[in-house]
């Protein structure tokens, strides 16, 4: 490779990913907001305790206290931050946290993970309900291997009910964060893409990856988004797997196969590293998901095949 050309061959990179960057970022900012202020009004108005009244009692039988349905469903309309910020206020036992924590990592940020999926050629409603049951197959799987059982200790979330005009202005300075950290990553990961697409640097990816997408029954052309979504999730990855369905490298059916394995398991790096500062294990956030993720595609798979009989 000629160095002289480099400068010029990476603004041209910068040059071709800034747009497709910027478009990219500003749909998932226009989901985001609205779904980030609606969930704080129902958080507010006490709806989501409201709905996980109603649930508590199909927890108690993954070993799990009430109160978990309130996580479980803060997590589905928000996002694993504040999964970890609940957690931290409950002082679950550690075999209860793990086990909830791992149903969070599987279930969570439905309204907008799911406009991705739906994005990339998957239908909204089987993600939805693809995650749900790959949330309490994890959990009950944990439940019969993890030692120990069900504490009999009583957990209870303290009432803490900010005037509206305060959690208006926590939910500004929230979001105004999250914004700020689309628009960067997600032109950052573009741009990162377009180099290695410029340098041929991809293969060097796919071909160490090649026996493990096998395994999980993924085809080449998934590889990269895989990575991606595996290395920072499906929110901030999803720059890089709607550009790859746009320019034909995936197909819609490759993608949807891929969003049976992201939709359990994904963000592999970021999310259960949050969990450590709580106590829990890494191992336990992680194999359970990559276990029904994999089990999630070969089922499609093999639906697939009989289908087309």
Request: aromatic share 10%; net charge positive; charged share 15%.
């Amino acid at each position: 490779m000629n160095s002289s050309n480099f400068p010029q061959r990476l603004k041209h990179c910068i040059r071709a990913a800034l747009p497709k960057g910027l478009k990219t970022a500003w749909w998932l900012i226009k989901i985001t907001v609205p779904v980030s202020f609606g969930v704080m009004l129902l958080d507010f108005f006490g709806l989501l305790n409201l709905i996980a009244g109603y649930t508590s009692p199909v927890f108690n039988q993954l070993g799990l206290p009430g109160v978990s349905a309130v996580v479980f469903i803060t997590s589905i309309f928000t996002n694993i931050y504040s999964v970890v910020a609940i957690l931290a206020m409950l002082d679950l036992p550690l075999r209860e946290g793990t086990i909830l924590a791992t149903m969070c990592l599987v279930s969570h940020g439905f309204l907008i993970e799911s406009a991705v999926m739906k994005r990339t050629g998957s239908s909204v409603v089987r993600m939805v309900i693809l995650r749900l049951i790959g949330s309490f197959v994890v959990a009950w799987l944990l439940n019969l291997v993890m030692p120990g059982t069900m504490s009999d200790k009583t957990i209870a979330i303290a009432a803490t009910q900010l005037d509206f005009m305060a959690a208006l202005l926590h939910w500004v300075t929230s979001i105004t964060s999250t914004v700020i950290k689309i628009l960067i990553l997600v032109n950052l990961l573009l741009i990162f893409q377009q180099i290695m697409e410029e340098f041929g640097w991809i293969s060097a990816i796919n071909k160490p990856l090649s026996p493990f997408m096998k395994a999980f029954g993924l085809p080449g052309s998934t590889t990269l988004s895989w990575v991606v979504a595996n290395l920072i999730g499906l929110a901030y990855g999803s720059a890089i797997m709607i550009d790859q369905r746009e320019k034909g490298n995936m197909s819609r059916e490759d993608a949807d196969l891929l969003n049976h394995h992201v939709a359990v398991s994904h963000s592999q790096l970021e999310d259960p590293l949050l969990f450590i500062t709580l106590g829990f294990t890494l191992h336990w956030l992680i194999w359970p998901r990559m276990l029904v993720a994999l089990m999630a595609v070969w089922l499609r798979k093999l639906e697939l095949k009989f289908r087309n009989k």
